[in-house]
Nanobody
Framework: QVQLVESGGGSVQAGGSLRLSCAASGQSFRYSAVAWFRQAPGKDHELVAALNWSGDNTYYGDSVKGRFTISRDNAKNTAYLQMNSLKPEDTAVYYC??????????????????WGQGTQVTVSS
């Protein structure tokens, strides 16, 4: 069983930055792809960024390219999402997710086996 715990969310003004962390339990993290999704009220989960097991193959959603950076520290069983130049439209609950079946980042939320509880990010104009 894997548990994921996100932290680092909060409220920030447009143009500001936040860094989200996702701490994982167990030994599966270092061999698994990890992703950050977000969900705004009334909308579906949106893939923000995904990263392969070794950290050298990334995917970013079009809306965050050039502003967000996903990374991981396998020694600490932790993934990160650095969010810069935040916009009001980035407001959402952010979730980290783990795909145990492959180390390659995949785009569909259905591919991910474990999810954190989410952390709220609110960006004001």
């Amino acid at each position: 069983q894997v548990q994921l715990v996100e932290s680092g969310g909060g409220s920030v003004q447009a143009g500001g930055s936040l860094r989200l962390s996702c701490a994982a339990s167990g030994q599966s993290f270092r061999y698994s792809a990890v992703a950050w999704f977000r969900q705004a009220p009334g909308k579906d989960h949106e893939l923000v960024a995904a990263l392969n097991w070794s950290g050298d193959n990334t995917y970013y959603g079009d809306s965050v390219k050039g502003r967000f950076t996903i990374s991981r520290d396998n020694a600490k069983n932790t993934a990160y999402l650095q969010m810069n130049s935040l916009k009001p439209e980035d407001t959402a609950v952010y979730y980290c997710a783990l795909d145990l079946n492959t180390g390659v980042p995949r785009k569909s939320s259905r591919e991910y086996d474990y999810w954190g509880q989410g952390t709220q990010v609110t960006v004001s104009s």
